[in-house]
Nanobody
Framework: QLQLVESGGGLVQPGGSLRLSCAAS??????IGWFRQAPGKEREFVAA????????NYADSVKGRFTISRDNAKNTVYLQMNSLKPEDTAVYYC???????????????????WGQGTQVTVSS
């Protein structure tokens, strides 16, 4: 069973940057997605990357500011977040699914594997 562990969250001022990491317990041929959940809101899709790292899918709210990448040699997926806004404040999760591609992972109700999340707070 694949295990995912997020790290890199923290407190940052508006306009600042953070890089999140999602470390997998083993190499996988799965697409990996990032999601976030703000207090009182539903979890929402942020970005996804194909297993080769050549195809990407981004939510409109983060296009041009966030970049997803992966290093399969390290079994790690990254989310570089620039120009952060207070509305980006949330717990960020990475997830994988044995059957989902980069678009399906964004809309599927249940995914096979989830990390425990890392808190990102954007505030002055």
């Amino acid at each position: 069973q694949l295990q995912l562990v997020e790290s890199g969250g923290g407190l940052v001022q508006p306009g600042g940057s953070l890089r999140l990491s999602c470390a997998a317990s083993a190499f996988s041929y799965y697409a990996i997605g990032w999601f976030r959940q703000a207090p009182g809101k539903e979890r929402e899709f942020v970005a996804a990357i194909s297993w080769r790292g050549l195809k990407f899918n981004y939510a409109d709210s983060v296009k041009g500011r966030f970049t997803i990448s992966r290093d399969n040699a390290k079994n790690t997926v990254y989310l570089q977040m620039n120009s952060l806004k207070p509305e980006d404040t949330a717990v960020y999760y990475c997830a994988a699914d044995e059957d989902a591609g980069i678009f399906t992972i964004a809309t599927r109700n249940r995914l096979d594997y989830w990390g425990q999340g890392t808190q990102v707070t954007v505030s002055s």
